[in-house]
């Protein structure tokens, strides 16, 4: 059985859903394998200005929510740290902070949540990855809801949908195992792809990529077997 690498759990959130960014970490503090996690990320989807209010304020909440071995391991980051000198693009503002994260983490993987996660029952690591320590990717069939998303993310990277197997997909919501270099190198090609940073690239592109299946073309063309 592989060893336990420590794990940042990163949850996105933003002015509207601070309550639930508390009763999220209050769950992470009382039900989550704390030594198995090395740091506690939480993105504040706000503007420049607002930002620092909204910090505070979510510091204040969490400052006596929780135990100080979890509190200790907080670390909150926004737009700016990022994208200092652009403005946000509105659709893709959060799906644009789940990837970028990754510039910012020295973890191999890194567990994506939203706000709205809460953990019931206690979990850990090995929850979300196999013996062998590879993430556990869930997939589902292909809806014809999904396919136009799908056949987007896949043409964003530049491959031919029609030459990968489109019946499956992976489940495009959080909690979401990722692994950050290849995150790293995902936003890399994207940019030098379309000589823009990645915001732009995906501005514009609403209903027909999103930032999973982005990451999930970006595997498989990389990998033939995603599930290895």
Request: charged share 20%; glycine share 4%.
């Amino acid at each position: 059985m592989e060893a336990i690498v420590p794990l940042p759990l990163v949850s996105v959130t933003f002015s509207g859903d601070l309550r639930l960014t508390v009763l999220q970490a209050m769950s992470v503090d009382r039900l989550f394998d704390l030594p198995t996690v090395s740091e506690y990320v939480i993105l504040i989807n706000e503007s420049a200005d607002s930002f620092g209010s909204v910090r505070a304020a979510l510091l204040r909440l969490l400052r006596t929510a929780v135990s100080e071995e979890l509190f200790s391991k907080i670390r909150i980051l926004g737009w700016t740290d990022f994208y200092p000198e652009t403005a946000r693009i509105g659709f893709y503002d959060q799906q644009m902070l789940k990837l970028a994260v990754s510039r910012a983490l020295s973890a191999p993987f890194y567990l994506l949540l939203d706000a709205k996660n809460h953990f019931v029952a206690k979990a850990g690591w090995r929850d979300f990855f196999s013996d062998d320590g590879k993430p556990l990717l869930d997939r589902v069939a292909t809806s014809d809801y999904w396919r136009s998303n799908l056949e987007g993310s896949f043409a964003l990277v530049g491959e031919d949908p029609a030459a990968y197997d489109q019946s499956e997909m992976p489940t495009s919501i959080t909690p979401f195992v990722m692994v950050t270099a290849e995150t790293r190198e995902l936003i890399n090609q994207l940019e030098e792809k379309y000589q823009t940073i990645l915001p732009n690239v995906f501005k514009g592109r609403e209903g027909s990529a999103t930032e999973f299946l982005v990451y999930y073309a970006c595997l498989l063309y990389t990998s033939p077997s995603p599930r290895d």
